[in-house]
């Protein structure tokens, strides 16, 4: 796909030719420092729901590359609260800047964005929808650390319902003969309409309750957050909360060379024992935000190739 002047609002939209150049592109970023690529751009960062990673990483990309940064942390400080429309942001804002970076808390927001924005929308996260910056650098990260894509078994555990960055990284991983295990409680199973996506692909998939039957079968388990904000009754957050645990004990059932990943933030669901084990990847999977989201700003605004 020609990606400049391209929203990045769905894994959906890119194709697996597409997804490996923007690892490669990713990667070249990484080997060779650009101080200077982005001289003269803006970039909007509009985030209406809380972020440390998303948000500041694609921040603090926009800076390293030479361009400057305008936006909000919160709505609250914005016109937004004295009404005024989403639409409405959108169109101040792509007069403001050359690329716009946007997290919020509705499905589908993104989409709406960017077909109003003559400036690229890129997706930092929408309600439970998707978050396909994340799994670019999911992806980077499982490339760096087991150095192929392909055939991968992935487990998936915690909150498959609506954790997005779930929803986008299995979207994402059909496209390599991934055999993927999703693990939760019942009530936060995986959407049936992302299985039944993944069974028209002829993607191999398994669901269960019970961590200790595939744990020993795994290359890379991805930890997610039980997520209490998205969650309409906090008494059925109560009964999921705490349900799996990755720790020391359960990973001497591990493969020795299983790797945990986790977008973060995280809460109880990986023991603080574990991140001195060579199992963990989480923290350089977050730090890999930066070469990922550098090349997304870059390819979007036409800056690079
Ligand atoms: N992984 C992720 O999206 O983290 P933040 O919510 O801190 O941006």
Do not use: W
């Amino acid at each position: 796909m020609n990606f400049k002047g391209a929203h990045i609002i769905s894994v959906r939209d890119f194709g697996k030719e597409d997804l490996l150049y923007i690892l490669d592109c990713a990667a070249r970023m990484e080997e060779k420092p650009r101080p200077a690529l982005m001289t003269g751009l803006v970039m909007a960062s509009l985030f209406f729901e809380p972020s440390t990673r998303t948000r500041l990483s694609f921040e603090s990309a926009m800076r390293r590359l030479g361009g400057s940064v305008v936006g909000f942390s919160s709505p609250k400080a914005t016109s937004l609260a004295k009404g005024e429309s989403l639409k409405d942001t959108i169109r101040m804002v792509e007069a403001y800047s050359d690329v716009i970076v946007m997290r919020h808390p509705l499905d589908g927001s993104a989409r709406v964005a960017s077909e109003i924005s003559h400036v690229p929308v890129i997706n930092g996260g929408d309600g439970t929808n998707q978050h396909p910056t994340q799994t670019f650098l999911d992806l980077y990260t499982i490339r760096k650390c087991k150095g192929r894509l392909k055939g991968l078994k992935i487990g998936f555990v915690g909150d498959l319902k609506y954790g997005r960055t779930v929803h986008s990284l299995a979207e994402a991983l059909k496209h390599f003969d991934a055999e993927m295990h999703f693990i939760s409680l019942s009530q936060l199973r995986m959407p049936q309409t992302h299985l039944d996506d993944l069974a028209e692909h002829g993607v191999r998939y398994h669901e269960t309750s019970d961590i200790n039957e595939v744990i020993g079968l795994l290359d890379i388990i991805y930890v997610t957050r039980i997520q209490q904000e998205r969650f309409p009754d906090p008494v059925e957050y109560e009964k999921a909360k705490g349900a799996f645990v990755i720790d020391r004990e359960l990973l001497e059932k591990a493969k020795a060379d299983l790797k945990v990943m986790h977008p973060l933030p995280r809460r109880d669901e990986i023991a603080e024992e574990v991140d001195e084990t060579d199992h963990a990847v989480y923290f350089e999977q977050a730090h890999n935000g930066i070469p990922v989201r550098q090349a997304m700003l870059a390819l979007v605004t036409g800056m690079m190739e």
